[in-house]
């Protein structure tokens, strides 16, 4: 409740200030009037101004809101969707039911509606250069840079297929459909030509499935339906921002000859393509001065956002889709840049993408339901409801033809329910609202395709988004065996399926093996010796263990359960007739079900159905890999240990997760010069792992440091371990010319 | 990929060999035996008794070259550092144990047809199979999957799960939230179900038994594996 009185206060100071700032304009615009006036002095008392007035004493208390003006609003409207945003969280049960996208929209209308009756005006966010220069890089930013790459390229023709074809076949058959309607006089919109329904198509047929990825990722669909909406969303981006600007161009035009649909066709290669160029170049020079960078890590991450944003900037200049440029350059990037710089700078990367890339969509989605309130609109029943008619119903029909055609070249095919997911999940959202709102003045309905858009993001992101949570679950829920299942079940069935999945991963990937063979031969042999400061033999381990920012590791650690990743091996004996003269426990059947509870919450899930990837308003969620990690970390060095001795390459391995060969008891005196392998706490409380350049690296030598069996207790040891594993201190290190490790 | 196959024979001898282990478990022939006489259509001559291949040509070229890419000794066997390079294998819970089992019982390293042998396990039932009366049972059959799962389990291949090897794969597959005592319980719950016996140990007949209901041959097939 707090929060809401405080966003109360909030709203009343900004309604206040907006009406205090024209009081203050009305009173220095008076002012100026007068000659000579200083215009940094808005007290009421300028003595040298007029020479008649009364002497006056030295203002004590001044107020120059006119100054402040502008950053201070823009501060305020961000945070004012920011406690919205805390609210939502606070009352957690609210957003399972109900998306964030609503709950922000309906707290704009609110405060659209309060300052609708102020009379007040809201900022202008929504003209062309605000949302396309500022708003629009940093969502797309964010999803370029999280995409996850490898079941992306899986799946890119898919993706690529519903994305282009898809959007295509919705804009033209929902264009064609209400050019068809247009022609009935009794609904009064005979004004819309062919052109003009085909811009507005376009832009209503853009998917924003922000709501539908939430929903996924609770109940779990798979992988494939998953990557194939996030990508859609992504690229339909780019497809309908071409599309837009092509018939913008082509509305311009009295008559419309097939040399320019012939033209069009071109330039939507011509600029799809020029922007996956542009990107990919943008990415490389980004890689490449990251690899200077290591003198300067205060400034690495700024690299990031100052190339992908030239990208978009340069692909803008020249009227290519700036989206694919950016989407390019994030992905070509994030491999190599977070190869090259040190931890925390990779952490504060991701906390400032995915910090802009929130306040940009919710500000959006917040000024949606103001803008609602306070614009100009136009209603015509007939127009809208047939939008959103034709809207469904061609997405429904497109998806089902599109599944058709592809599904031969698939090989997962997508049965019905992911269908209908794809289909129902479409919600209409940020890109669709702007580009409406970007529309050239010269279309003379502009204030209706307003309004439908309007109504269409509405009604699809409210009604489809609300319902599609309990749709998915029942169609779900009808196809997995709800009976009660007894623990042996529960228990078995989860190792089964994470065996399958383990066999899964190790067979590898399927589809576009031959290309991605030639391009990691072309990247192991030319890109990482140019673009990387360190280039070691891939170790995926290793990337592994980074990108899973294993500082954690610490905590996780000095658990009791640091060291149960027990190897076969080690099995204890144990002696089985006492297993069999120990009295049988009773169980009740609410003993049963709490066990059935605990295994549900607690069991991991297998690699396919967590949803790692992103949750688009949420860092991705590494913690059951961390977990899983550490505790396999055990074995990992052991088995790592036997085969350092046949092939050095490993031993790069064995460096980096710590381990050594025997060596006596007693522990490594902790100045050993060389083959220390240290853990430290840096100051800015994030570990980095630092590697004294070795003397003879490339064979096991002796003097590496031992871990943790000293005392030959493995389960007690999580102490001892901390103490061999993590060296000394950062400061000795450093001065020794270190080098850095990145782990 | 042609470069890097061995040739076209070798693969259709590990083939031959695999679908021979498949149907008649006996022990193997050394993997450069010479062919017999006949190796113009090696594969069609051992299909007069199954319908189906084990495994079809190009789903081995492809993991062949899966197995030369792991394989980065490149000594024609894959050891056990091999196969924990793999990052999604060192972020699955039972990593271990399903390394453990591509490898026979004692040795460190597992060649193509260890591999494949393995491999053979997940391939789905096709219906036709079911109904045909091999002279032996196939790898991917229901009993041997669930062998293969009992497997996992069972490290001292006494042909028991006791409660200690129940705990361990237990502790493997859940959160740092559960305490010793909780996981206790589950484990005694678990083999209270299954056992009828009375040996306080769940046998391979019993594993059998309690998992008569659950679609093992979905549960346990890759899809692309036919």
């Given at each position: 409740?707090?929060?809401?009185?405080?966003?109360?206060?909030?709203?009343?100071?900004?309604?206040?200030?907006?009406?205090?700032?024209?009081?203050?304009?009305?009173?220095?615009?008076?002012?100026?009037?007068?000659?000579?006036?200083?215009?940094?002095?808005?007290?009421?008392?300028?003595?040298?101004?007029?020479?008649?007035?009364?002497?006056?004493?030295?203002?004590?208390?001044?107020?120059?809101?006119?100054?402040?003006?502008?950053?201070?609003?823009?501060?305020?409207?961000?945070?004012?969707?920011?406690?919205?945003?805390?609210?939502?969280?606070?009352?957690?049960?609210?957003?399972?039911?109900?998306?964030?996208?609503?709950?922000?929209?309906?707290?704009?209308?609110?405060?659209?509606?309060?300052?609708?009756?102020?009379?007040?005006?809201?900022?202008?966010?929504?003209?062309?250069?605000?949302?396309?220069?500022?708003?629009?890089?940093?969502?797309?930013?964010?999803?370029?840079?999280?995409?996850?790459?490898?079941?992306?390229?899986?799946?890119?023709?898919?993706?690529?297929?519903?994305?282009?074809?898809?959007?295509?076949?919705?804009?033209?058959?929902?264009?064609?459909?209400?050019?068809?309607?247009?022609?009935?006089?009794?609904?009064?919109?005979?004004?819309?030509?062919?052109?003009?329904?085909?811009?507005?198509?376009?832009?209503?047929?853009?998917?924003?499935?922000?709501?539908?990825?939430?929903?996924?990722?609770?109940?779990?669909?798979?992988?494939?339906?998953?990557?194939?909406?996030?990508?859609?969303?992504?690229?339909?981006?780019?497809?309908?921002?071409?599309?837009?600007?092509?018939?913008?161009?082509?509305?311009?035009?009295?008559?419309?000859?097939?040399?320019?649909?012939?033209?069009?066709?071109?330039?939507?290669?011509?600029?799809?393509?020029?922007?996956?160029?542009?990107?990919?170049?943008?990415?490389?020079?980004?890689?490449?001065?990251?690899?200077?960078?290591?003198?300067?890590?205060?400034?690495?991450?700024?690299?990031?956002?100052?190339?992908?944003?030239?990208?978009?900037?340069?692909?803008?200049?020249?009227?290519?889709?700036?989206?694919?440029?950016?989407?390019?350059?994030?992905?070509?990037?994030?491999?190599?840049?977070?190869?090259?710089?040190?931890?925390?700078?990779?952490?504060?990367?991701?906390?400032?993408?995915?910090?802009?890339?929130?306040?940009?969509?919710?500000?959006?989605?917040?000024?949606?339901?103001?803008?609602?309130?306070?614009?100009?609109?136009?209603?015509?029943?007939?127009?809208?409801?047939?939008?959103?008619?034709?809207?469904?119903?061609?997405?429904?029909?497109?998806?089902?033809?599109?599944?058709?055609?592809?599904?031969?070249?698939?090989?997962?095919?997508?049965?019905?329910?992911?269908?209908?997911?794809?289909?129902?999940?479409?919600?209409?959202?940020?890109?669709?609202?702007?580009?409406?709102?970007?529309?050239?003045?010269?279309?003379?309905?502009?204030?209706?395709?307003?309004?439908?858009?309007?109504?269409?993001?509405?009604?699809?992101?409210?009604?489809?988004?609300?319902?599609?949570?309990?749709?998915?679950?029942?169609?779900?829920?009808?196809?997995t065996n709800k009976d009660v299942d007894t623990i042996n079940v529960e228990i078995h069935t989860r190792t089964m399926e994470?065996?399958?999945?383990?066999?899964?991963?190790?067979?590898?990937?399927?589809?576009?093996?031959?290309?991605?063979?030639?391009?990691?031969?072309?990247?192991?042999?030319?890109?990482?010796?140019?673009?990387?400061?360190?280039?070691?033999?891939?170790?995926?381990?290793?990337?592994?263990?980074?990108?899973?920012?294993?500082?954690?590791?610490?905590?996780?650690?000095?658990?009791?359960?640091?060291?149960?990743?027990?190897?076969?091996?080690?099995?204890?004996?144990?002696?089985?007739?006492?297993?069999?003269?120990?009295?049988?426990?009773?169980?009740?059947a609410?003993?049963v079900r709490?066990m059935h509870h605990i295994l549900s919450?607690?069991m991991?899930?297998?690699?396919?159905?967590?949803?790692?990837?992103?949750?688009?308003?949420?860092?991705?969620?590494?913690?059951?890999?961390?977990?899983?990690?550490?505790?396999?970390?055990?074995?990992?060095?052991?088995?790592?240990?036997?085969?350092?001795?046949?092939?050095?390459?490993?031993?790069?391995?064995?460096?980096?997760?710590?381990?050594?060969?025997?060596?006596?008891?007693?522990?490594?005196?902790?100045?050993?010069?060389?083959?220390?392998?240290?853990?430290?706490?840096?100051?800015?409380?994030?570990?980095?792992?630092?590697?004294?350049?070795?003397?003879?690296?490339?064979?096991?030598?002796?003097?590496?440091?031992?871990?943790?069996?000293?005392?030959?207790?493995?389960?007690?040891?999580?102490?001892?371990?901390?103490?061999?594993?993590?060296?000394?201190?950062?400061?000795?290190?450093?001065?020794?010319?270190?080098?850095?490790?990145?782990? | 990929?042609?470069?890097?196959?061995?040739?076209?024979?070798?693969?259709?001898?590990?083939?031959?060999?695999?679908?021979?282990?498949?149907?008649?478990?006996?022990?193997?022939?050394?993997?450069?035996?010479?062919?017999?006489?006949?190796?113009?259509?090696?594969?069609?001559?051992?299909?007069?008794?199954?319908?189906?291949?084990?495994?079809?040509?190009?789903?081995?070229?492809?993991?062949?070259?899966?197995?030369?890419?792991?394989?980065?000794?490149?000594?024609?066997?894959?050891?056990?550092?091999?196969?924990?390079?793999?990052?999604?294998?060192?972020?699955?819970?039972?990593?271990?144990?399903?390394?453990?089992?591509?490898?026979?019982?004692?040795?460190?390293?597992?060649?193509?047809?260890?591999?494949?042998?393995?491999?053979?396990?997940?391939?789905?039932?096709?219906?036709?199979?079911?109904?045909?009366?091999?002279?032996?049972?196939?790898?991917?059959?229901?009993?041997?999957?669930?062998?293969?799962?009992?497997?996992?389990?069972?490290?001292?291949?006494?042909?028991?799960?006791?409660?200690?090897?129940?705990?361990?794969?237990?502790?493997?597959?859940?959160?740092?939230?559960?305490?010793?005592?909780?996981?206790?319980?589950i484990?005694?719950r678990t083999?209270?179900e299954a056992?009828?016996?009375?040996?306080?140990?769940?046998?391979?007949?019993?594993?059998?038994?309690v998992l008569e209901k659950v679609d093992v041959?979905?549960k346990?097939?890759?899809?692309?594996?036919?």
């Open positions: 409740m707090g929060t809401f009185a405080l966003h109360a206060l909030l709203l009343l100071a900004l309604c206040c200030s907006a009406g205090k700032c024209e009081l203050q304009e009305s009173e220095t615009s008076a002012q100026t009037d007068s000659p000579g006036v200083d215009p940094f002095m808005s007290g009421p008392d300028e003595p040298q101004a007029s020479p008649v007035e009364d002497r006056a004493n030295l203002p004590v208390f001044t107020m120059d809101y006119p100054r402040i003006q502008v950053p201070f609003e823009f501060t305020m409207w961000v945070l004012l969707a920011s406690f919205a945003k805390i609210g939502f969280n606070i009352y957690h049960k609210i957003t399972i039911w109900i998306p964030e996208s609503c709950l922000l929209i309906s707290i704009g209308l609110i405060v659209g509606a309060i300052m609708h009756s102020v009379k007040e005006e809201p900022p202008a966010v929504l003209n062309s250069n605000v949302f396309f220069l500022y708003m629009l890089p940093l969502i797309v930013l964010d999803s370029g840079y999280f995409m996850p790459t490898r079941p992306f390229f899986e799946n890119v023709g898919t993706v690529l297929w519903y994305a282009v074809v898809g959007t295509l076949w919705n804009s033209i058959g929902i264009g064609i459909s209400l050019f068809a309607i247009c022609q009935f006089e009794v609904f009064g919109v005979q004004d819309i030509n062919l052109q003009e329904n085909l811009l507005f198509a376009s832009i209503v047929s853009t998917v924003d499935p922000v709501a539908a990825l939430n929903v996924f990722d609770d109940i779990g669909v798979n992988e494939q339906t998953y990557i194939i909406i996030f990508g859609e969303g992504l690229f339909n981006d780019a497809v309908t921002v071409v599309l837009y600007n092509m018939f913008t161009f082509l509305a311009a035009l009295p008559v419309v000859e097939s040399t320019d649909v012939f033209l069009g066709t071109a330039q939507f290669l011509v600029v799809a393509a020029g922007g996956v160029l542009f990107g990919l170049v943008f990415g490389f020079v980004a890689a490449f001065t990251t690899r200077f960078t290591h003198g300067v890590r205060q400034i690495e991450p700024l690299f990031v956002f100052l190339y992908s944003y030239l990208a978009y900037l340069v692909a803008e200049c020249f009227a290519i889709s700036s989206v694919m440029a950016l989407i390019t350059c994030a992905i070509t990037m994030k491999y190599y840049v977070e190869e090259n710089v040190s931890q925390s700078s990779c952490t504060t990367i991701r906390h400032v993408v995915k910090m802009l890339a929130t306040i940009s969509e919710t500000l959006i989605f917040f000024f949606l339901g103001v803008v609602t309130i306070t614009t100009e609109h136009e209603w015509n029943w007939a127009y809208i409801l047939f939008t959103l008619l034709f809207a469904f119903v061609w997405r429904g029909i497109g998806m089902l033809v599109l599944t058709q055609i592809i599904n031969p070249f698939r090989t997962v095919p997508l049965n019905f329910t992911d269908q209908f997911g794809l289909a129902y999940g479409g919600l209409r959202g940020a890109i669709c609202f702007a580009l409406v709102f970007t529309l050239p003045d010269s279309i003379n309905r502009k204030d209706l395709f307003v309004t439908a858009s309007i109504a269409v993001i509405t009604f699809t992101v409210f009604i489809q988004g609300i319902s599609i949570r309990p749709i998915l679950e029942y169609m779900n829920i009808r196809k994470h065996v399958l999945s383990g066999v899964e991963d190790l067979c590898g990937q399927w589809s576009h093996y031959y290309w991605k063979d030639k391009f990691k031969k072309f990247n192991d042999r030319v890109l990482r010796r140019i673009l990387l400061r360190h280039n070691r033999a891939e170790s995926s381990i290793v990337s592994l263990y980074k990108r899973l920012e294993l500082q954690s590791a610490i905590g996780l650690l000095d658990s009791p359960m640091g060291d149960l990743g027990a190897a076969p091996s080690l099995l204890p004996l144990h002696d089985e007739r006492k297993e069999a003269t120990r009295p049988k426990k009773k169980f009740l609410a003993d709490k919450k607690n991991y899930n297998i690699r396919q159905k967590t949803m790692a990837y992103t949750n688009k308003y949420d860092l991705p969620d590494d913690s059951q890999n961390r977990e899983i990690l550490i505790c396999r970390h055990a074995s990992v060095r052991r088995s790592l240990r036997a085969a350092s001795f046949r092939q050095p390459v490993s031993f790069f391995i064995l460096f980096i997760v710590g381990w050594t060969p025997s060596r006596g008891p007693g522990g490594p005196p902790p100045d050993r010069p060389h083959h220390l392998l240290g853990r430290t706490l840096g100051t800015t409380g994030v570990p980095e792992v630092r590697r004294v350049r070795a003397s003879g690296a490339g064979r096991p030598q002796g003097g590496v440091i031992r871990i943790g069996r000293t005392k030959g207790n493995r389960r007690t040891g999580t102490e001892e371990n901390t103490r061999h594993y993590y060296g000394t201190p950062r400061g000795g290190a450093e001065a020794q010319g270190v080098d850095d490790w990145k782990y | 990929l042609a470069k890097s196959c061995p040739g076209q024979e070798t693969v259709t001898l590990y083939l031959r060999g695999v679908a021979l282990r498949g149907r008649r478990p006996r022990p193997a022939p050394p993997s450069t035996s010479p062919p017999p006489a006949s190796t113009s259509h090696p594969i069609k001559q051992e299909d007069n008794l199954t319908e189906t291949r084990l495994v079809s040509h190009s789903q081995i070229t492809r993991l062949y070259s899966r197995f030369t890419s792991l394989d980065k000794g490149e000594n024609g066997t894959l050891s056990r550092e091999d196969f924990q390079r793999i990052p999604e294998l060192a972020i699955n819970p039972l990593g271990d144990r399903i390394i453990n089992a591509f490898f026979p019982e004692g040795e460190d390293q597992v060649n193509f047809r260890g591999f494949m042998r393995i491999l053979a396990h997940f391939r789905p039932i096709e219906d036709n199979e079911k109904k045909s009366v091999a002279v032996s049972e196939p790898l991917n059959s229901r009993t041997n999957k669930l062998l293969f799962a009992f497997r996992l389990y069972d490290l001292d291949r006494d042909d028991k799960i006791s409660r200690e090897e129940l705990l361990q794969v237990l502790r493997m597959m859940v959160g740092v939230n559960i305490s010793d005592d909780q996981l206790g319980s484990a005694d083999i209270q056992d009828t016996n009375g040996d306080n140990s769940i046998s391979f007949n019993e594993f059998i038994k041959e979905q346990m097939s890759i899809r692309f594996l036919h």
